[in-house]
Each structure stands twice: as structure tokens, then as C-alpha cells.
């Protein structure tokens, strides 16, 4: 019977010494191993400090996922960066890297697909694929990061798929990240985005770990929630925030809320003042975002002046709300448009 090989590079510190141990190595070689996986190599035979007994017994038991670099594409505009990564099983994944003052931040995808069926996100249009294992989210940042030559400081997992939906995998993956051995981004310099899964937000929040949490709220009344955002039926506005209080509660965290402005659905300014109401005693930010135009989407964006009146209205009341710079604009930069795309042309034979 073929032997399944594990995926090295999705264990975490602690599962790798589990592993080292099983294989009778000694117990130097785990801070060998992680070390050199988390520098970004793609082979065991890149490890030139181990025997090359090792090294064989290693490609015998073990495997590193590539990330290959399908497609990339640089924004002339800001120095944006979008990647279409291929994985080991020919699936695309799109990761996009932002220059800012502090650094470089990446944001990284969950999933191939996602099946949460938002109305404005390309990304969810072909359902979900599979999960993505926790080396191949941590193989995005380690590919971009050699293939720019830089060091990323940030992470934003809202890229493809819906971070909770992964749960198991998405936690693996923020405690490889963190590891001082391995590329030691703090839990501070990470943030987690969800359309709203209860439940994995209860549990995010039994974790502890000090990392932002995002909600991509989108609509202040289940009415206008439930009607761009499916999974709203399952988890409505009210559960939604007290969810969010019991995880600020356990956390001490401030919770950021994305909110992607709908011209003529979510814009008004009584729309304004039911959300002002509904985070009333929650520390927060507001993200408004002018939504993305998608293919064969019904959705569009305000004008400008529209949406920096609704901001205007928010701040008036006392809330903590900006407007994101839009970034990546000339490459179609917001997730899911360019996998969409590949993944066409692959079908067709293009």
C-alpha cells in the first residue's frame, strides 16, 4: 500500500518535534527542519546542513507543497503586487501584496473557492474547492517574499475563502506563523476577516490570541444583509454582535468592521445611523470600502461624494470610521477576479 506523505510544512513547531521523534532523529533536527522551511525552501535537498541520508529519508516520508507563480501582476499605479499561485494539485489561489510606510503587508488566501455565497464577491461564484492546508497558506507569504525579495511584517487573511470555515487549519497556520523559530510575524501584526461564523468566532475567541478581528458587515438590518450576504440567515445581525462583544469581551481587542458601500442598497444616510446604533458600545473601526465591480455583478459603488458623505454622517455621530485607500486598482487587485479568469482559459484550453 502507497505510503501518504506528510506535509511538512503544515506541522506546527510542536507537531514537528512529534514527527522528528517518530522517525528516531534526534531532537536537534526539528529547529533544522523548521527553520529551513520557513526561510521558503521547496526541497529537502535545499537543506545543506542535513546528512544527505537525511535528506532522503525525509523526501521518503515528507513533502513540501510548491507554491508555483502562474501569474503576477505589478500595480503602476501604488507598486501593488497580485499573484495567481498554482498548487501542488493545479488549483489557483490569488495573493496580493501592498507596500505601505510601515512595510509590506500580504493578503493571503483560506480556500480554493469559497461557499459562502456573498453577492458581491467574485470569489464565492464557482463554490468551494477544498480547504487549504496550513503550509499552503503559510507558501503564499514565502513565495511572494522570495520572489520580491522583501520581508512582510503584515498579514490579512481575507484573501480567497472564509478564514472560519477553515478553522483547524487557518489556527495551525497563525501558530507556525508566530513561532520565533520560524518567521516570527507577531499575533499584533495579523488580522483574520469572516462574513460572520458564529460559532468560529466563539472559538477564535476561546484562543486568545492577540490578532485583529474583521467583520465583513456590509449592512446594518437583516433585511439588507440577508439579501447580499447568505450567510446572514444562518447567523443574523444581533447574533453577529453579540458575538463580537463576547470575543472584545475575552479579548480586549478592538474588532474592525468592513463595510463595502452599495450604491442605492446600503448608502443612505439611515443607514448610517442604524449601524452608528448597532456597534454602539463596542470598540470598533468602520472600513467602508466602495464595492468591487464584478463580472455580471449588480452591484456598483457610490460616487465618491456619496460615500465620503456617509463617513462624514458616522463620524458626526462619534464613530471611528475611514474610508480604504484603494490599492491595485489597474491589475484588479480585490480577490477572485484573476482566478476566475485563469481557471476559465485552462477549461477552454487557452
Not at 28 to 51: C, K, V, Y
Not at 66 to 88: I, M, N, R, W
Not at 142 to 168: K, T, Y
Not at 222 to 251: F, G, H, W
Request: proline share 3%; glycine share 8%; charged share 25%.
Amino acid at each position: 500500500m502507497r505510503q501518504i506523505k506528510t506535509d511538512i510544512r503544515s506541522l506546527t513547531y510542536e507537531q514537528l518535534e512529534g514527527f522528528v521523534q517518530s522517525q528516531n532523529l534526534p531532537a536537534f533536527r526539528t529547529e533544522q527542519i523548521f527553520r529551513w522551511l520557513h526561510s521558503g525552501a521547496e526541497s529537502f535537498d535545499e537543506m545543506t546542513n542535513l546528512p544527505k541520508s537525511l535528506r532522503k529519508l525525509l523526501d521518503e516520508r515528507a513533502c513540501i507543497h510548491k507554491t508555483a507563480v502562474y501569474k503576477k501582476l505589478a500595480s503602476k499605479q501604488d507598486g501593488t503586487v497580485k499573484y495567481v499561485f498554482e498548487l501542488y494539485d493545479g488549483s489557483f489561489v490569488e495573493t496580493v501584496v501592498m507596500k505601505y510606510e510601515h512595510g509590506y503587508s500580504v493578503c493571503l488566501s483560506t480556500q480554493v473557492g469559497c461557499r459562502m455565497g456573498c453577492g458581491f464577491c467574485q470569489s464565492t461564484r464557482s463554490g468551494l474547492i477544498r480547504n487549504l492546508e496550513a503550509g499552503e497558506i503559510l507558501g503564499q507569504l514565502l513565495a511572494a517574499q522570495r520572489d520580491m525579495s522583501i520581508s512582510i511584517s503584515n498579514i490579512v487573511l481575507m484573501g480567497i475563502g472564509e478564514p472560519l470555515d477553515n478553522f483547524d487549519n487557518v489556527v495551525s497556520f497563525l501558530k507556525i506563523v508566530n513561532h520565533p523559530k520560524g518567521v516570527n510575524i507577531g499575533y499584533r501584526h495579523i488580522s483574520l476577516s469572516t462574513c460572520g461564523l458564529v460559532d468560529g468566532i466563539d472559538k477564535l475567541a476561546k484562543l486568545n490570541f492577540p490578532i485583529t478581528l474583521s467583520i465583513s458587515l456590509h449592512a446594518p438590518t437583516d433585511e439588507k444583509r440577508s439579501s447580499i450576504m447568505p450567510i446572514n440567515k444562518k447567523y443574523n445581525v444581533n447574533s453577529l454582535i453579540s458575538a463580537c462583544r463576547r470575543y472584545q469581551s475575552k479579548t480586549g481587542r478592538r474588532i474592525s468592521f468592513e463595510y463595502s458601500v452599495i450604491n442605492g442598497v446600503n448608502d443612505s444616510p439611515d443607514d448610517a445611523k442604524r449601524l452608528f446604533s448597532l456597534l454602539s458600545g463596542i470598540m470598533y473601526h468602520i472600513n467602508l470600502i466602495p464595492v468591487n465591480k464584478i463580472e455580471n455583478g449588480k452591484y456598483t459603488a457610490p460616487v465618491m461624494k456619496r460615500i465620503e458623505s456617509f463617513r462624514n454622517l458616522l463620524c458626526s455621530m462619534g464613530a471611528v470610521c475611514t474610508i480604504r485607500r484603494t490599492l491595485g486598482a489597474d491589475i484588479s487587485a480585490s480577490c477572485g477576479q484573476l482566478r476566475s479568469k485563469y481557471e476559465t482559459e485552462r477549461r477552454v484550453g487557452n
